[in-house]
């Protein structure tokens, strides 16, 4: 637990069933007048992007949408998306969809500010100004990106995640509106609910914790743990899904102003060499990493236990903490997330080449518990196995 650190929130959060409708509002404010839409395609298709369109078009404003954003945004997407918005000559971004289209949308934003290749501009506060300005709208209730200053792209020589972490990255506003997520899939709520609560739980139990962030993180993961199922299994029920929205953004501003830890590492290891979908790994990798954990923090291990719904009666701290890793399991079985001995891709082979990019991840040095390469091979063999 830190002693000295910052808080930080420089985005302005609009929150509320119907929110989207202020939209042509906040693009005033902001003086937008040349609109570039970052999204994906699967959104197009859920009429979510037209939602959005709609309103610009009746506000007559001007606007081109790249739609081709795809699942662990690689750099070159990134490229062909900032020229073309160089092109337009765009003044304001809007970043509709999951992490991959508002990381995107950080990114363009950043090479439309400071131009270079998206490699210029990996690492921790490399930014001179702040990037184009930027509305953020999440259509899952996961990644926390509204709200944070990183930016997660893939290189796609390396195939390593790479990070633009800077404060001057952060959305000007963010728009959060539960109605935009009540079309999300199962399997998309499950994976980017768990992804929302590994980043509460490693927010609260990483080496750069501090109170506040502790806070956020607590009631973040008491209301993913008591919303996710709902909002899973009958995607419908709107307060489910506002309880997850609430959840996943409180738990963005916690890892936003701490950080995550060794899951974070392993699964972005894993997702840019595999392309696995970022909750999906997260979850898998969840249980093992937490176990390994405990002896770093037994107080803070049981505290999340409990809000997982342990037991309590007759059991020592320890007991209570470690029996936090089984209901880790069960809350991703529950939900339909596949083991990783199921996805035919991953290899054991591999483990070593993922087990060094999880030690060079920029997260590492936050683990509560230090990890080798080795540690980090047995946790991937332990992932694998399921024991
Ligand atoms: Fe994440």
Redesign the pocket.
Known sequence: MLDYYTFNLPTRIEFGIGKIARLIDYISELNGSRIMLLTDAGLKEAGIVEKVTELLDQAEIYYVTFDEIKPNPRDYDCMTAYELAKKEEVDLLIGLGG?SCMDTAKAVGTLLTHGGTIKDWYGLNNLQQSITPLICIPTTA???SEITFFS?ITDSETKLKMNILDNKLAPKIAILDPELTVTLPPSVTASTGM??L??AIEAYTCTVAEPITDALALYAIDLIVNNLESAVHNGTNLEARKNMLIGSLIAGIA?GNSD?GGV?CM?EALGGLYDTP??VA?SMILPYVFEYNIPSNIEKHMMVSKLLGVNVEGKSKEEIAYAGVEKLTKLAEGIGIPKMKDLSYVKQVDFDYLAEGATQNVSASSNPRKASKEDYILLFEKAFHGN
């Open positions: 992490g996961g990644t926390g997660v992804d929302a590994t980043h890892f995550v974070h699964a970022h909750g997260n």
